[in-house]
C-alpha cells in the first residue's frame, strides 16, 4: 500500500511539473525579459531628455527673427491661399499677374524608383504650376525673384508661346516645400518602447548649426510674402435693419 501511495504521489509531481510548474517558468522567463525590455525604455527615455534640454538650450540661443524667417522657408504645413497670394505678390513686383494656379501636393514620384519606409523624407513636396503674359525682361525680373525668394521654389519646368507682339504667354511649374506631419513619419514599434527608440535615435542625428544664419546665400534671400492688413469687423448680420444690430 506505501509503495503504490509513494508512485501515485510520484505521478502526481511529474504532472503539476509539466502542467503547472514548466508554464510557470516559462512566464516567469518571459516577465524577466520584458522586465529587461522595460529597463531599456527607462534608459531611453532618460537619453531623450538629456537630448532635449540640449537641444532646446541651442534653440533658445537662436533669435526670434531667424526662427520667424525660417518658418517662411519650410513652413509646417502649406497654406494654399496664402502661398497663391504671396506668389501673386511677388509677380507683382516685376509687373506681372499670374493666372490659372494648380496645386498638387505630394507630386508623383518614380513608379521604378523602391523608397524604403526609412527613408523618407521629413519634408512634402507641393507642385504648384501657373501662367502669366509678359515681355522677356519681365519675365527675367521674375524668375530673379523667384530665385531671391525666401520661400523655397523649384523652377521644375518652363513653356512660353512667342506672338507677334513683345509679350509671351508662360507657363510655370514650381516645386515648393513645407514639413511633413509628424504622424506621417515613420517609426520603430518593434518590441517594448520601440517608438521611444526610434525617437531617441532621431534625436540623436538632430543638430542646430547656426552657421547657416552667417550664410550669404541665406542672407541675400528677400521675404516677398505678401501683408494682408487688418480691416475693422462689420456688422454680424449685413442684411438686418440699421440701427438694430
Known amino acids: 500500500m506505501s509503495k503504490l501511495t509513494g508512485f501515485i504521489f510520484i505521478v502526481i509531481s511529474i504532472g503539476l511539473y509539466y502542467t503547472f510548474t514548466v508554464s510557470q517558468r516559462e512566464r516567469v522567463r518571459q516577465l524577466s525579459v520584458e522586465a529587461d525590455e522595460y ?25 526670434k527673427a531667424e526662427i520667424e524667417k525660417l518658418s517662411r522657408v519650410l513652413p509646417e504645413d502649406l497654406d494654399t491661399v496664402r502661398f497663391a497670394l504671396d506668389l501673386d505678390h511677388l509677380a507683382a513686383q516685376s509687373g506681372i499677374a499670374v493666372k490659372d494656379i494648380q496645386v498638387e501636393t505630394g507630386a508623383p514620384k518614380d513608379s521604378a524608383l523602391i523608397v524604403l519606409p526609412r527613408a ?112 475693422p469687423l462689420g456688422r454680424l448680420n449685413p442684411f438686418s435693419t440699421i440701427g438694430r444690430d
Open 39 to 63: 529597463g531599456s525604455v527607462l534608459d531611453d527615455i532618460s537619453r531623450i531628455v538629456e537630448t532635449r534640454d540640449a537641444l532646446l538650450a541651442v534653440y533658445e540661443t537662436i533669435p
Open 120 to 231: 523618407e523624407l521629413p519634408y512634402q513636396r507641393t507642385s504648384v504650376s501657373f501662367s502669366f503674359v509678359s515681355d522677356y525682361q519681365s519675365f527675367r525680373r521674375f524668375l530673379s525673384g523667384l530665385e531671391r525668394n525666401l520661400r523655397i521654389m523649384d523652377v521644375k519646368s518652363l513653356s512660353f508661346n512667342s506672338g507677334t507682339s513683345d509679350l509671351y504667354e508662360h507657363r510655370i511649374t514650381v516645386d515648393t516645400y513645407s514639413l511633413r506631419p509628424r504622424d506621417d513619419m515613420p517609426v520603430s514599434t518593434a518590441g517594448v518602447g520601440g517608438d521611444l527608440l526610434g525617437l531617441s535615435l532621431e534625436l540623436s542625428k538632430a543638430a542646430l548649426n547656426q552657421d547657416l544664419f552667417k550664410n550669404r546665400s541665406y542672407l541675400s534671400l528677400k521675404d516677398s510674402s505678401a501683408v494682408i492688413p487688418v480691416e
